[in-house]
């Protein structure tokens, strides 16, 4: 097949799944045609079978910001010509299943381009449900030739708020050899020396993954266990609050920032603890790659979060901002070896069983199947 990928290239959830999702699909034969503002993030490969195509945007003194969705549509649409797309799949519903939508339109009389979406999470929790975004994502999902979403939760939501119900859940994936537990690298020694404990947080610091709960939860655990330092891996807008709130509680030098990293499996592979106490996660899928690093993950029983961390088996859910709980939580965890041990192995296993690219990337395909096989027997 030919098919046509948009993401968000910049730091986040649904860029990485669709970009992985097209170096896979890349891998099994199919020729891929990412068409986005730059560069996915993850997509550190281009091929024969994995091209990238550059929305370029023309700029104009009346526009006072420019129309980014019509540059995208005719994107779209040209490479969809030029390329003989077989469909197009959109992942985060705003504005890219709208662009498609327009594309496949102004192609119709040439022939016709199927567009599927998938749903990853504030595109129907947070900015889809806005009044602002509400009808436009609505018609999005009406109008598109197949929709999917990454946790039973998310179609649950997309239910609930727009009264659209023809989703196939498709779970997020990992791939095992890529996420391993590694204390021999010199990340562990740099990181943990001197025998610390290590808690890890991977994010882009917007305020819904609420990440000052986690300079909060190190204060809590430090008066209990003086091991305990925090990484705090990514950048977004809360990280300068959470430097200044470390500050505040007096434990700057057990929290490292590094930034924006490419290599996340790396600092994964050396971490005691993931911390996810977001407000709002459609999947969570950070925490199932520390999962699969036999990392145990303290997080929020929010969202579709449940699907991916057993409670007391892979790690602990909490309510949302329970720092008392989360915290006692980590430190039963760090002073138990043994206990982390079993979470940990039992984290990769089912990690592995459920959440194998081998066996996600599948569905996708005969997801495609299904919508281009219909749109056959409708023509
Ligand atoms: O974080 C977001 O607001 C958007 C989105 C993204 O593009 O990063 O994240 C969502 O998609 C990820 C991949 O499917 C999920 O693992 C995240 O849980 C989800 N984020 C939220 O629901 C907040």
Redesign the pocket.
């Known amino acids: 097949m030919n098919i046509g990928i948009t993401v968000?290239p910049t730091y986040?959830?649904?860029?990485i799944?669709g970009s992985e999702i097209g170096s896979s699909l890349a891998e099994n034969g199919h020729n891929v045609h990412f068409i986005s503002s730059s560069l996915p993030t993850r997509l550190t490969e281009l091929n024969e079978r994995v091209q990238f195509h550059e929305v370029e945007m023309m700029n104009y003194p009346l526009f006072e910001h420019q129309p980014y969705s019509l540059a995208l549509a005719t994107k779209l649409a040209t490479v969809a010509r030029a390329e003989n797309l077989d469909l197009l799949h959109m992942h985060?519903a705003i504005p890219h299943s709208i662009s498609a939508i327009l594309a496949r339109e102004s192609l119709k009389s040439k022939f016709y381009l199927p567009v599927i979406t998938t749903l990853?999470?504030?595109d129907i929790?947070l900015v889809g449900a806005d009044r602002s975004y509400l009808p436009i994502t609505k018609y999005a999902l009406q109008e598109s030739d197949g929709v999917t979403a990454?946790s039973r939760f998310l179609k649950q939501a997309t239910i609930e708020t727009f009264d659209f119900d023809e989703i196939e859940v498709i779970p997020?994936f990992i791939c095992p050899n890529h996420y391993k537990r590694n204390f021999d690298s010199p990340l562990r020694e740099e990181l943990a020396g001197n025998g610390s404990k290590l808690m890890m947080h991977v994010s882009?610091f917007?305020p819904?993954k609420r990440p000052l709960d986690c300079i909060e939860i190190l204060a809590k655990v430090r008066e209990q266990d003086k091991n305990a330092r925090l990484v705090m891996v990514g950048d977004g807008p809360e990280r300068s609050a959470c430097e200044y709130r470390a500050e505040q509680l007096g434990v700057t030098e057990f929290v490292c920032f590094p930034g924006k990293k490419d290599n996340i499996a790396d600092y994964l592979a050396v971490a005691d603890l993931f911390l996810l106490p977001?407000e709002?996660?459609?999947?969570?899928?950070a925490a199932l790659e520390a999962q699969a690093c036999e990392v145990p993950v303290i997080a929020s029983r929010v969202?579709?979060i449940p699907e991916v961390v057993t409670d007391r088996e892979t790690g602990f859910l909490s309510d949302i901002g329970d720092i008392e709980k989360m915290s006692s939580d980590v430190v039963a965890l760090l002073r138990d070896e043994e206990m982390r041990e079993e979470f940990g192995r039992r984290s990769r296993e089912y990690a592995v069983e459920r959440y194998h690219a081998d066996k996600i990337i599948p569905k996708y395909v005969s997801f495609y199947e299904k919508v281009l096989g219909r749109r056959s027997a409708n023509a």
């Not at 986040?12 to 860029?15: D, E, L, M, N, R």
């Not at 709002?280 to 899928?285: A, C, D, K, R, Y």
């Open positions: 968000y986040g959830g649904s860029g799944v985060y990853h999470g504030t929790t990454v997020n882009n917007r819904v977001s709002s996660e459609s999947f969570g899928l969202g579709g």
